[in-house]
């Protein structure tokens, strides 16, 4: 099969873990017949720096035309000081609306080899954590109505709305589901019903659509109590599908549980097979250039990629097996190092798993 790629490396680190991506999707073009095409697009800061906007139509185009999107990490101190819009993390919730991606996909899960680097104790992990948190990208606080300004008294006001309709509800809960049926079969629908109108709405609309799944095992649960259950018995989650601002929060608390931020990938969907793939890190700006960087979490972003846009089952399975292999004989990136392990660059990281495949 021929599939074209476009690839966003982005700043910071984002070049250094995207080559070691695509040095692993090669291996598994040649070792199971498929040809990926790439082609480069800017966005965030190395974009601001060539055309003066964090987004260019062009970037946007490409992506549309290409069967998915890969990115690195977008951000940098450099660019910190201009206005919002400008900054290259507005490209970053640009591409989400421009491309449609309404839901954002985040596995986590504890690796056996590095169940050290859990933060919590050895009685709460023992049952293990494998969830998957399924959150809605492109509606809720971050793209409703937004206001800041200065009442006739002096006072300085700003608000923001989260805002949903049934049908962004209904969408998203409908990926959840069918996820969970390829899982466990159990979905929790995390909100805020007893305070909010918008989550009373998910609510309603969450209870009509797990009615059609009468095989899933369907709760709702409250966000506050969802982010204490998490650090008590995270065991007990299968999936999770929730609202933009809490599934921002919460998945950064569920990829902490499992001990490090450079092992977590993650895949932006829309309606058809296009989707973003990216690590849930960002650009590390502290280590960028010294070929320190771990380039798991992009790895690993490429295996969602087959699997969740291509297709690819035996392909994606490969990659993470080959993950799993190297992880099992010691090399470790810094970041994940622990004492008697093997400490390893991010282009040896890159070839030890190309290798395995
Ligand atoms: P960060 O994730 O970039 O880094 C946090 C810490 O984790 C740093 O010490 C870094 O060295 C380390 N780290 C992160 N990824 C690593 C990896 N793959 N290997 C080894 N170590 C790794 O978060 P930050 O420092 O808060 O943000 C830096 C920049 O990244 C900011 O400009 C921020 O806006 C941007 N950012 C971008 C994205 C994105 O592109 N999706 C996400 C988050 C942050």
Redesign the pocket.
């Given at each position: 099969m021929n599939k074209k790629i476009a690839v966003i490396k982005?700043?910071?680190?984002?070049p250094e873990?995207v080559t070691e991506a695509e040095k692993v999707l090669d291996k598994v073009g040649e070792k199971f017949g498929h040809k990926f095409e790439y082609t480069d697009v800017l966005m965030?800061g190395c974009a601001i720096d060539a055309t003066g906007v964090p987004l260019p139509q062009e970037t946007i185009d490409t992506c549309l035309a290409s069967d998915s999107v890969l990115?690195?990490?977008?951000?940098?101190?450099k660019?910190?000081t201009l206005p919002g819009n400008l900054r290259?993390?507005a490209g970053?919730l640009g591409i989400r609306g421009a491309l449609k991606l309404f839901a954002n996909i985040r596995p986590a899960k504890l690796i056996p080899a590095l169940a050290s680097a859990c933060p919590l104790k050895e009685e709460i992990t023992k049952n293990g954590l494998d969830l998957v948190i399924v959150r809605e990208l492109i509606g809720g606080a971050y793209f409703g109505k937004r206001d800041t300004h200065v009442d006739e008294n002096g006072v300085k006001h700003a608000s923001d709305s989260m805002a949903y309709a049934d049908y962004e509800v209904e969408r998203i809960c409908r990926v959840a589901f069918e996820m969970a049926r390829k899982r466990r079969s159990k979905v929790h629908s995390v909100d805020k019903a007893n305070v909010l109108d918008s989550s009373r709405l998910w609510r309603e609309v969450a209870h009509k659509v797990a009615a059609e799944y009468p095989d899933v095992e369907f709760s709702d649960i409250l966000v506050d109590n969802t982010a204490m259950q998490l650090v008590r018995n995270p065991a007990q989650f299968d999936v999770m599908v929730t609202e933009n601002l809490f599934g921002d929060i919460l998945s950064d608390e569920a990829s902490m549980i499992t001990g490090s931020?450079?092992m977590i990938p993650s895949a932006s969907l829309g309606e058809g097979s296009l989707g973003l793939y990216?690590?849930?890190?960002?650009?590390?700006?502290?280590?960028a250039g010294q070929n320190?960087?771990?380039?798991?979490?992009?790895i690993l972003s490429v295996a969602m990629m087959l699997r969740y846009s291509f297709d690819m089952a035996a392909e994606a399975d490969a990659i993470e097996k080959a993950v799993d292999d190297v992880l099992n004989e010691g090399y470790r990136?810094?970041?994940i190092m622990s004492e008697g392990m093997k400490c390893v660059s991010?282009t040896e990281m890159g070839d030890l798993i190309a290798a395995k495949i």
């Amino acid at each position: 099969m021929n599939k074209k790629i476009a690839v966003i490396k982005g700043d910071g680190i984002g070049p250094e873990i995207v080559t070691e991506a695509e040095k692993v999707l090669d291996k598994v073009g040649e070792k199971f017949g498929h040809k990926f095409e790439y082609t480069d697009v800017l966005m965030g800061g190395c974009a601001i720096d060539a055309t003066g906007v964090p987004l260019p139509q062009e970037t946007i185009d490409t992506c549309l035309a290409s069967d998915s999107v890969l990115l690195g990490a977008v951000g940098g101190p450099k660019w910190d000081t201009l206005p919002g819009n400008l900054r290259p993390e507005a490209g970053l919730l640009g591409i989400r609306g421009a491309l449609k991606l309404f839901a954002n996909i985040r596995p986590a899960k504890l690796i056996p080899a590095l169940a050290s680097a859990c933060p919590l104790k050895e009685e709460i992990t023992k049952n293990g954590l494998d969830l998957v948190i399924v959150r809605e990208l492109i509606g809720g606080a971050y793209f409703g109505k937004r206001d800041t300004h200065v009442d006739e008294n002096g006072v300085k006001h700003a608000s923001d709305s989260m805002a949903y309709a049934d049908y962004e509800v209904e969408r998203i809960c409908r990926v959840a589901f069918e996820m969970a049926r390829k899982r466990r079969s159990k979905v929790h629908s995390v909100d805020k019903a007893n305070v909010l109108d918008s989550s009373r709405l998910w609510r309603e609309v969450a209870h009509k659509v797990a009615a059609e799944y009468p095989d899933v095992e369907f709760s709702d649960i409250l966000v506050d109590n969802t982010a204490m259950q998490l650090v008590r018995n995270p065991a007990q989650f299968d999936v999770m599908v929730t609202e933009n601002l809490f599934g921002d929060i919460l998945s950064d608390e569920a990829s902490m549980i499992t001990g490090s931020l450079g092992m977590i990938p993650s895949a932006s969907l829309g309606e058809g097979s296009l989707g973003l793939y990216e690590p849930i890190h960002g650009s590390a700006p502290d280590i960028a250039g010294q070929n320190k960087a771990n380039p798991i979490a992009t790895i690993l972003s490429v295996a969602m990629m087959l699997r969740y846009s291509f297709d690819m089952a035996a392909e994606a399975d490969a990659i993470e097996k080959a993950v799993d292999d190297v992880l099992n004989e010691g090399y470790r990136t810094g970041d994940i190092m622990s004492e008697g392990m093997k400490c390893v660059s991010c282009t040896e990281m890159g070839d030890l798993i190309a290798a395995k495949i």
